[in-house]
């Protein structure tokens, strides 16, 4: 894909649709960003078709079916998608819908935009799958749009982008580059989100987070994640719990589970928090980082039922997948007390 990358580069979006053929466009995002949404389409010079303000978390069926149904009625050759994750999830349930070109404009740091992945969620259950087609074809990434994302927002979407960053690196399918840029992208988030929680509005500061942000959504997309994206899956599907919160409170509880069978995992991690490589040294690290950032620390401060552990237990040994840690019903349980408490 095509990606634009600076402060102030969003003034080169109508140009970037043009590149791409694209005439006349439907803007999608938040309720909450609609002034953003409006403004972004008036930069189009006449190439925005309307205005799609609907998208909400995890990207209901309904919403996304609301959005195809508005594309096709004003004849829109492609989708913009400005904000998170749900409004680039929408753009890409309007792709996988109608073959919609979808151009990105991220405005955290969840990195959706880098990936060939969808989610669908219906009568509870959320589904998600792969598909070339819903790839954006351009991202412009302008770190000016993120000033306004609040810092409790910013630190644990950033933390979500580390997560990535993480299991990419402990993945069955990583290689040396997926490494490398895993480990530059945390090392570049974990460096930047003190700097954010200080001053918010720092430009500097917002740019090597979002660029962090870039390589781990770039890592999220090449590689094969693990338990840890199995189990927030699990837990926001079945409890709606906050996306970016949940993967904040699970990360260190995780990589002290896997951290003993994935020792390069964990010497990049070393270098990239600046600590001995040495698992219970990472995790520990990464927890107290979290804490200073000011990020929940315990599934039970974000909603969580504590009788829904067991439910999460059966979901997550009902589908196998890739880990370098054996999981079994004991040891999984025992992490899930552990996100619970925050201990
Ligand atoms: P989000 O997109 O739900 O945004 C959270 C809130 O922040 C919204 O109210 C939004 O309007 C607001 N917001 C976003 N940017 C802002 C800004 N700059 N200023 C002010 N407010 C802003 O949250 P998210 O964590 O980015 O995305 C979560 C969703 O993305 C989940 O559904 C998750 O499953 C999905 N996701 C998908 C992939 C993928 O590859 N398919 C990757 C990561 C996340």
């Not at 053929?21 to 008036?42: F, I, N, S, Y």
């Not at 995790?283 to 200073?292: N, Q, W, Y």
Request: hydrophobic fraction near 45%.
């Amino acid at each position: 894909m095509r990606v634009v990358f600076g402060p102030g580069r969003l003034a080169e979006l109508g140009a970037e649709v043009e590149r791409l053929g694209l005439r006349w466009v439907l803007v999608l995002g938040t309720p909450e960003q609609e002034a953003t949404l409006r403004a972004t389409a008036d930069g189009l010079d006449g190439r925005a078709a309307g205005v799609f303000p609907e998208a909400r978390q995890h990207v209901p069926a309904a919403v996304a079916a609301a959005a195809a149904d508005r594309a096709r009625e004003l004849g829109a050759d492609g989708c913009v998608a400005v904000g998170g994750g749900s409004s680039v999830g929408l753009g890409k349930a309007v792709a996988l819908r109608h073959g919609l070109p979808v151009v990105a404009v991220p405005t955290t740091y969840a990195g959706s935009e880098m990936t060939p992945i969808w989610g669908l969620t219906e009568d509870g259950e959320k589904r998600t799958g792969r598909d070339r087609a819903v790839l954006p074809r351009t991202v412009v990434y302008d770190p000016e749009l993120t000033r306004s994302l609040p810092v409790g927002l910013s630190v644990t979407s950033g933390l979500n982008a580390v997560a990535h960053a993480v299991e990419a690196l402990w993945a069955p399918d990583g290689t040396p580059i997926t490494a490398l840029m895993a480990e530059e992208g945390a090392r570049s988030l974990l460096a930047a989100l003190p700097a954010i929680v200080e001053q918010p509005d720092d430009i500097d500061a917002r740019s090597g987070a979002l660029q962090g942000a870039w390589l781990c959504g770039a890592v999220l997309g090449a590689t094969t994640m693990s338990l840890h994206h199995k189990l927030c899956h699990v837990l926001g599907g079945s409890f709606d719990l906050p996306h970016a919160e949940t993967h904040a409170v699970v990360l260190p509880h995780v990589v002290a589970h896997n951290g003993p069978s994935a020792p390069a995992a964990v010497a990049a991690l070393g270098r990239a928090l600046g600590v001995a490589a040495d698992p219970e040294t990472v995790a520990k690290a990464l927890a107290d980082r979290a804490r200073e950032l000011g990020a929940p620390t315990s599934l039970a401060a974000i909603g969580m039922p504590r009788d829904g552990l067991a439910l999460v237990v059966e979901r997550v040994l009902a589908q196998p997948y890739a880990n370098p840690a054996p999981v079994t019903r004991a040891s999984l349980t025992a992490l899930l007390e552990g996100c619970f408490a925050g201990e």
